[in-house]
């Protein structure tokens, strides 16, 4: 899977004019392998100990991009995962409004179909046109609340 989002994250800063660079092909495995979306801080200190500077400027690109969302956490720090464009994997978000941690959650399929017919229903009544949606639930994490 990593080799295929790879060609897909090529395509994509190819778009914008940029080459995807060694630093840039990291960043991507990282995220790759995350169960959730990470700071940058923890992308720095991650397996390939990534330079700072570097590791800032191209998430700032592979956001531009297309590659890369930018996630804000119950801590006003910034998140980074991939595209579900490029993973294929539709998922929400489970905030932490104490602690900032964030986990990712695949809501049910019947969830999903209300929040499609809720969604249309607002379309209807404004002309806004939704491309997508992103579910963030804020709360208290379970170690917060223990």
Known sequence: ?????????AARLRRVGQRHTG?????????AR????????????????????TTYRNLALLERAG???RVMGGDELARFELAEELTGRHHHHLVCVSCGSMEDFEAPGSVERGLAAAFGQFQAGTGFRAHAHRLDLLGTCAKCAG
């Open 23 to 31: 630093g840039r092909r990291q960043l991507v495995e990282s995220l």
């Open 34 to 53: 995350a169960e959730r979306p990470l700071t940058a801080a923890e992308l720095v200190g991650g397996d390939h100990r990534l330079p700072q500077s």
């Open 1 to 9: 899977m990593v080799d295929d989002v790879q060609t897909l994250v």
């Open 67 to 69: 590659v890369v969302h």
